[in-house]
């Protein structure tokens, strides 16, 4: 893999107009079933999909197929990380942390270190750098906001 960029760590804040309570579990999988279009895991353990350290889930089909896996899980420090696997293309930690600006807002930083594991996860990468990424974390906000 000569010549190409094998890792990206990327990270971008988004500010909701909601409290901390209500926004972290937004970022759980269950949680992320209220807002992102499509988005229906399939529990793997637990069955009942509610979060914890060592949750394992899946999402995608055929080449996008993805497992996940909850690392760390903080509810009282607002605080998840996940490691993600496409095996077909790529491998990631996606670290997210929320922080009260005030009782009805609330910052939320979002970091992704992925790693290409062939040319199709080097071609993938691209969404998790630069400008794509930010677009990508702010598109989240949007959806956050309109759905509920």
Request: glycine fraction near 6%.
């Amino acid at each position: 893999m000569a010549g190409m960029t094998t890792r990206i760590r990327s990270s971008h804040t988004i500010t909701l107009e909601r409290p901390i309570d209500a926004c972290f579990p937004l970022f759980t999988a269950k949680g992320e079933e209220r807002w992102v279009p499509g988005w229906r895991p399939q529990y793997v353990h637990p069955a009942s999909g509610e979060a914890e350290p060592g949750q394992v889930f899946i999402t995608g089909d055929g080449d996008e197929r993805t497992w996940w896996t909850v690392v760390d899980f903080d509810p009282a420090a607002h605080h998840a990380r996940y490691s993600r696997v496409t095996p077909a293309s790529r491998i990631g930690l996606v670290d997210v942390r929320c922080r009260s600006v005030d009782e009805r807002v609330t910052e939320v930083k979002v970091r992704y270190e992925m790693t290409a594991l062939n040319a199709a996860g080097e071609a993938a990468l691209q969404a998790y750098a630069g400008a794509a990424y930010v677009a990508m974390i702010e598109d989240w906000k949007r959806l956050i906001d309109a759905a509920d």
